[in-house]
């Protein structure tokens, strides 16, 4: 059995390290675009602030050994394949064109089973002035890398943050706390992490930043990215002008779903997720997919959603892997469990905000709490604040949301 998996970081090099170890004889394929493979993504603020030390180390196993093509080949016993694109699915000859970057070349490889793990790629806004030099996304590892040089250089000494999510305030942390720059964050909606809090523990996390020096501009309302002989120099809002040496653009991201659409697998149009069962095959029995690029069941709504979370891509991966191999593996959805860290905050939460439960038409009410996160007798015990969403009807819990000191768990 000849088995072809395209992407190699958390879903696609689970998928295949999975398979490998409970069919030993089956012939295991791992292709990526990308020269840099299997790293943490989650990781990448913390690599610019400083608290990862190299970009290694957010591809090293626990024992410290870097997850590179070699690793892949010698530990693991497949075939990797970096600096290779897959650009076409031929599902009735059951082959994959490829083409080697390097050289320019293609190549047809046949497959048995195919697992789709393309990601997904960062949106960007429809304003002049993205492709100014000096405006970025967290798009790879890559560009973390040329962020983390171009400050290190001193080319940096204002940045503007738009999009105040997940990656918008890890690396507006990492800006502010470690490199000392000037930073602002600009947010389209009324608070920060529209889509994860509400706004009465989102202004717990608004009130950290503005104390640890960063400007917080919310409802923030962008016309265009500025430029001067093609290097980013400010970002002018319907608010003000905001002066800008580096801008990062952390406003969501989409599905990589083309290749899929391309080969006919039902991709759907609202999610632009790629379709699948609980056992994550697709449309094609034989083409399974898993990770950013697929849609999956919400377990609260039960509705299909996006959910690009490196936790359930990892999970995915190994679901993947048992059927390919014989077992019988479900994932039967997720509830959107996350947990991050802004400054001294951590910040957690599961299920539905309340403004999200009432937009599917649930009754739903909130309950706060406050208490120390330690025994309140013990030295520098710290407040923490919790939310918990319920529908007053069937006093079912709908979702929880926690903010609170990060502290060493002592």
């Not at 608290?51 to 870097?66: G, I, P, Q, W």
């Not at 009130?207 to 400010?234: F, M, Q, T, Y």
Request: aromatic residues 8%.
């Amino acid at each position: 059995m000849r088995v072809v998996v395209i992407g190699a970081n958390a879903c696609g090099a689970k998928a295949a390290c999975r398979v490998k170890r409970l069919r030993p004889d089956a012939e295991v394929i791992l292709i990526d675009k990308d020269d840099l493979i299997s790293y943490g993504a989650c990781g990448i603020p913390y690599y610019v602030s400083g608290d990862v030390a190299t970009e290694n180390a957010l591809r090293e196993t626990s024992f410290h050994v870097v997850r590179d093509e070699k690793f892949f080949t010698s530990a693991k016993g497949l075939e990797v394949l970096t600096k290779t694109l897959a650009q076409e699915i031929d599902r009735e000859k059951k082959r994959v064109k490829v083409k080697y970057l390097e050289t320019g070349k293609t190549e047809e490889i046949p497959y048995d089973k195919l697992v789709i793990a393309t990601g997904s790629i960062p949106k960007v806004l429809p304003i002049t002035g993205v492709d100014l030099k000096g405006v970025y996304t967290i798009s790879s590892l890559h560009s973390a890398i040329e962020i983390k040089e171009k400050i290190a250089k001193g080319e940096v000494e204002k940045v503007v943050v738009i999009g105040a999510g997940y990656i918008g305030l890890e690396m507006a942390e990492a800006f502010a706390d470690l490199w000392g720059l000037e930073t602002t964050v600009l947010e389209y909606f009324p608070q920060v992490l529209p889509q994860s809090l509400d706004y009465f523990t989102a202004r717990i996390v608004e009130n950290h930043l503005r104390e640890k020096g960063v400007k917080l501009v919310l409802n923030a309302r962008i016309k265009e990215i500025k430029g001067k002989d093609g290097r980013v120099v400010g970002v002018e809002t319907e608010q003000g002008y905001y002066p800008a040496d580096l801008v990062l653009m952390a406003v969501g991201v989409r599905p990589n779903s083309e290749l899929a659409k391309k080969a006919g697998l039902l991709v759907s149009p609202q999610t632009e997720g790629i379709v699948v069962n609980d056992r994550l095959q697709t449309s094609d029995p034989d083409i399974y997919a898993g990770g950013d690029c697929i849609e999956v069941r919400h377990l609260i709504t039960g509705k299909k959603v996006v959910m690009p979370l490196g936790s359930l891509a990892n999970r995915q991966g190994r679901v993947i892997g048992t059927n390919i191999a014989g077992g019988v593996a479900t994932f039967p959805g997720t509830v959107g469990a996350f947990i991050m860290k802004c400054f001294d905050l951590a910040i957690g939460g599961v299920g539905l905000t309340l403004r999200q439960a009432l937009a599917e038409g649930f009754s739903a009410d909130y309950a706060l709490n406050n208490q120390t996160e330690r025994s309140h007798f013990y030295p520098d015990a710290k407040y923490a604040y919790y939310a918990l969403i319920y529908d007053k009807k069937t006093t079912r819990v709908l979702g929880f949301q926690a903010v609170g000191p990060a502290t060493d768990g002592t």
